[in-house]
């Protein structure tokens, strides 16, 4: 199977307190119908457990879901955690209510898209292909 033939491994994730996931789900149902591998680690996950998680399942993306306000501090720590498990190839996607001037910050550190209420699956789906496989969004 050619890299472009591949499936798209996508681990989604809810770190820290959070206990609200329904737009997680909705996320996952919208990549798993666009054709790619779902995993869905389900809430209250730290950092550590959702590495280790990224790690074992071998996935081309991780996307985290925080509504909590705790974006500043569990994002970059996944990202230092997936880094340190030398999946620096790994896209680091994020959703939830994140302030406009967090957001350069959280790229700054690898984030390589983020959505708030409202975004299009679509737009999720292309950058995620764009992301991994170089495709054009569609």
Do not use: C
Not at 71 to 100: C, K, S, T, W, Y
């Amino acid at each position: 199977m050619s890299e472009t033939e591949r499936k798209i491994r996508v681990l989604i994730a809810k770190p820290g307190l959070d206990g609200h996931d329904r737009g997680a789900k909705v996320v996952a149902r919208a990549l798993r119908d666009a054709g790619m591998e779902v995993i869905y680690t389900g809430l209250r996950q730290t950092p550590e457990m959702i590495a280790e998680a990224a790690l074992q399942e071998d996935v081309d993306v991780v996307g985290l879901s925080i509504l909590s306000g705790a974006h500043m501090a569990l994002a970059p720590r996944v990202v230092e955690l997936i880094n340190a498990n030398g999946q620096d190839h790994v896209q680091i996607f994020l959703g939830g209510i994140i302030p406009d001037e967090d957001i350069g910050k959280l790229e700054e550190i690898g984030v390589s898209g983020i959505y708030g209420p409202g975004t299009l699956m679509d737009e999720i789906v292309g950058d995620i292909r764009k992301g991994v496989l170089g495709e054009k969004a569609k």
